[in-house]
């Protein structure tokens, strides 16, 4: 889906303006990456990667493609930023102000995320770390901020993942995704209004088809009575059913009602007592 790659190149174009900042994204970036090697399919991070470790002063070497045939993915090959992590530094996530904690999370998703928003399946976001300490620290750092991700493998890789759109939504708002976060919400209402209008559209599909099915009963029934005479032996209030019913073969029971001027209650007694004695005619 399109606004998946929106999310992507948002966050991808966010500057931090504090050099802690630029530092926590870049260690995000590379969370789980082994030793000072940072893979991507996507050129627009590695720009950032390299954007990054300049601002930094870290000295990084152009992007290149991965060349074993194990590293392409769907006809694509990974870009490889070799970057110095020594050179970053010791970093806590317990001991990071909040402004960081967001900047690295954003590293993350940037790095190892993959976000969909299908149609079919609902929203999901998922980090995919080579290293089961990465995966679990990930985990515990979105449960400190009240994010709650579950954890599986798949194919020896740990994967992290987000289904709930509250937590969705809760992780776009922390890592600045601010546009994504308009347009995810507006896409949700968009599906709840859809969902809500085809349970309206059925039901009152469903209300059609039994006003129909009654009318047919009771119009067959008003036959038989006439049929066998006793029709005119009738109370006046029920011809007067029949005779509305007659009229307005289509109608449910409040036109109906309200062309007798009496109550949908009283109405629908009627129709059914008609039912009731074509019966007994016929019994």
Known sequence: MQLAGEVK???????????????????????????????????????????????????????????????????????????DRASLGPWSWAEAPSCDRRAFLRGV????????????????????????RAAAELQDHLASLEVRALRTQRRGAHVIYLKGQEEIVTLLRLVGANRGVLEFETHRVGRDVRARLN???????????????????????????????????????????????RHMPDADLDTLASALGISRSAMNHRLRRLVELASDEED
């Open 109 to 132: 998703l940037l790095g190892s995320g993959s976000i969909s928003f299908s149609a079919a399946s609902g929203p999901h976001v998922e980090f995919v770390l080579a290293a089961r």
């Open 199 to 245: 349970r309206l559209l059925n039901a009152e599909e469903a209300n059609l088809a039994r006003t129909v099915r009654a009318a047919d009963r009771q119009l067959s029934a008003i036959s038989r009575l006439e049929a066998t005479g006793a029709f005119g032996s009738l109370a006046p209030g029920l011809r007067d059913a029949a005779a509305t019913r």
């Open 9 to 83: 190149g948002e966050l991808a174009r966010i500057q931090p303006a504090k050099a802690c900042d630029r530092r926590a994204e870049l260690l995000g970036l590379m969370h789980g990456s082994k030793h000072s090697r940072f893979r991507t399919l996507d050129h627009a991070v590695a720009r950032t990667a390299m954007q990054l470790a300049a601002s930094l002063g870290i000295p990084v070497a152009a992007p290149r493609a991965a060349a074993p045939a194990r590293l392409r993915v769907g006809g694509r090959h990974h870009l490889t930023v070799d970057l």
